[in-house]
Antibody, heavy 116, light 107 residues
């Protein structure tokens, strides 16, 4: 399985950040598809996950700004984050997880900069 | 949210040294803990999952121990390619949380 994030590099404050993760060479079924971000020079932060049937879990620190979805027919994962500010500037990763602290693989990450 | 603390925050060691990093959870997380290595500009890579299971392809000099609240990652003989930042991660309960990281560099 390979993961690849894509989306705009620059987003204006107060707008919506939209990213796509393409899952290649594998099935979406049976895993927890996870979004994680890492601000420059800081540690990773879990944003949320989505199961192939659409069940979601989110980090409450994001105060309802994040929505995850999946298109199983195209093996695509989607992240939308509303009302972004400069503090949302980060490298955004998608990753495959199950349990026991296991996440593999990760995408290469995509840097999103929030700036006017 | 479950808090993870790591010690030390950074360390300098020599090739061949035995290195141990500790991760402590704010509550019992059973063995739902992974250890990750991250190099600059790259995504984290899983080394250990379920506290002590070695990920396929990871050198056997890496090992993990612990359960409940106290965990360790040990590198038995540090190699030049082992520089980087090491994170612990728990997914026992949501939100998934990460430790603050331990940076390993060479003397």
């Amino acid at each position: 399985v390979q993961l690849q994030e894509s989306g705009p590099r620059l987003v204006k404050p107060s707008e919506t950040l939209s990213l796509t993760c393409t899952v290649s060479d594998g099935s979406i079924g049976g895993y927890k598809w996870t979004w994680i971000r890492q601000p420059p020079g800081r540690g990773p932060e879990w944003l949320g996950n989505i199961h192939h049937r659409g069940e979601t879990n989110y980090n409450p620190s994001l105060k309802g700004r994040v929505t995850l979805s999946v298109d199983t027919s195209k093996n695509l994962l989607f992240l939308k984050m509303t009302s972004v500010t400069a503090t949302d500037t980060a490298v955004y990763y998608c990753a495959r997880g199950i349990n026991w602290g296991w996440f593999d693989p990760w995408g290469q990450g995509t840097l999103v900069i929030v700036s006017s | 949210a479950i808090q993870l603390t790591q010690s030390p925050s950074s360390l300098s060691a020599s090739v061949g040294d035995r290195v141990t990093i500790t991760c402590r959870a704010s509550q019992d997380i059973s063995v739902d803990l992974g250890w990750y290595q991250q190099k600059p500009g790259k995504a984290p890579k899983v080394l250990i999952y379920a506290a002590s299971s070695l990920e396929s392809g990871v050198p056997s000099r890496f090992s993990g121990r612990g359960s409940g609240t106290d965990f360790t990652l040990t590198i038995s003989s540090l190699q030049p390619e082992d520089f980087g930042t090491y994170f612990c991660l728990q997914d026992h309960s949501y939100p998934v949380t990460f430790g603050p990281g331990t940076t390993v560099d060479f003397k």
